[in-house]
């Protein structure tokens, strides 16, 4: 199949383009930078330097690759993770998210573009009820700042995704990435803060986080793009975990000691009461859709082997 990915550059993009090569899609994938366009070609894709927000040139570029269906993979998030400035950092996300969306969309509708994937959040769920959540669970749309704005983005953009007319719209709500090029991986920025001793439990390390490795993350979304009806799935891995469970796993496999706690009114002063909420009332998400409807499996089960594998994904150019 023709796909048109915009984020290939990203986090999920380098690990996603060999997966959907492997496959025998043939993919085309934009960049805004001239550095990064050889990048894109020796990860096996057609490389193009196009800007989003330049709506008149994504949509000749993308008449032009003709693509069967597009993968939105863009966000707008640095690589080190400072919590006092996930306001700055969301802003610009949800900025990318909600006008980049609309201008993808706009111009596949205009290509003929029959299929549109996008990026989704397996973490913003509704914090009331069970600890894990399947796909109909609620939204934590009443979140206070900088996280409500950030979720009612992503409902924004899940609601143009799947209302959109003439596309099969799919919506992947991948859980928190992990492995290479990521915040979790050993030589990532939260690698780094927990090494330091920076980034502590915070109170009993209640709230279930949802993790899923950026390979896992690439195989379920070729998986999506070739077998997923209309809808949302969720993307992440076997094992929900508590903060209390999966960060002394973590620390182990960084080489760090275990992390500090903290108690919460300590925690709120620090990085403010909207994130602490968060954390604490974080809900986890089932796979069971997914891997029910198209049979897809993740190969690290659970972050407790993949935290321990920090491997890189090979690109089909460098493989011959
Ligand atoms: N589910 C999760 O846990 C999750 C999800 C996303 C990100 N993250 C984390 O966030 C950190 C940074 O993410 P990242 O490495 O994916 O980088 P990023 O800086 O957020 O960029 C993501 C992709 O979006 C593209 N992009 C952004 N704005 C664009 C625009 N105006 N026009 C065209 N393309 C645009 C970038 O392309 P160019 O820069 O090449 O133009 C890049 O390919 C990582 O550590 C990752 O773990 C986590």
Request: hydrophobic share 40%; with cysteine; glycine share 10%.
């Amino acid at each position: 199949m023709k796909v048109f990915v915009a984020g290939a550059t990203g986090a999920i993009g380098r690990s996603l383009i060999p997966h959907l090569v492997k496959a025998g899609h043939h993919v085309t994938a934009i960049t805004r930078s001239k550095e990064k366009l050889g990048t894109l070609y020796e990860l096996g894709a057609e490389p193009i330097l196009c800007d989003v927000f330049d709506a008149g040139r994504l949509g000749s570029v993308l008449a032009q690759a003709e693509p069967e269906a597009v993968i939105n993979e863009l966000t707008d998030l640095p690589q080190s993770l400072n919590p006092r400035k996930l306001g700055e950092y969301y802003a610009a996300n949800n900025h990318v998210r909600r006008e980049g969306t609309t201008n993808l969309l706009d111009a596949a509708r205009g290509a003929g573009v029959h299929r549109f994937l996008a990026q989704g959040s397996a973490y913003w769920y509704a914090q009331s009820g069970g600890a894990v959540k399947t796909e109909e669970a609620p939204l934590y749309l009443d979140a206070p700042p900088p996280v409500g704005p950030s979720v009612r983005t992503i409902k924004e953009v899940e609601d143009a995704v799947l209302s959109a007319e003439g596309l099969e719209g799919v919506v992947l709500r991948y859980g928190f990435f992990y492995g290479p090029g990521t915040w979790y991986a050993k030589d990532g920025d939260v690698g780094r803060q927990v090494r330091k001793r920076r980034y502590p439990i915070i109170g009993n390390g209640e709230g279930t986080y949802s993790f899923i490795h950026v390979d896992d993350a690439a195989s379920a979304t070729v998986a999506a793009l070739e077998g997923a009806r209309p809808g949302v799935y969720n993307v992440v891995d076997d094992e929900p975990a508590t903060a209390a469970e999966w960060m002394p796993v973590f620390a182990e496999a960084v080489g760090a000691k275990r992390p500090p706690r903290v108690p919460a009114f300590v925690a709120r002063l620090i990085v403010g009461e909207a994130i602490v909420k968060w954390t604490l009332g974080m809900r986890g998400a089932s796979n069971e859709k997914i891997k029910r409807e198209l049979g897809w499996h993740p190969q690290y089960e659970s972050w407790r082997q993949g935290f321990f594998e920090d491997t890189v994904t090979l690109s089909p150019r460098v493989r011959r």
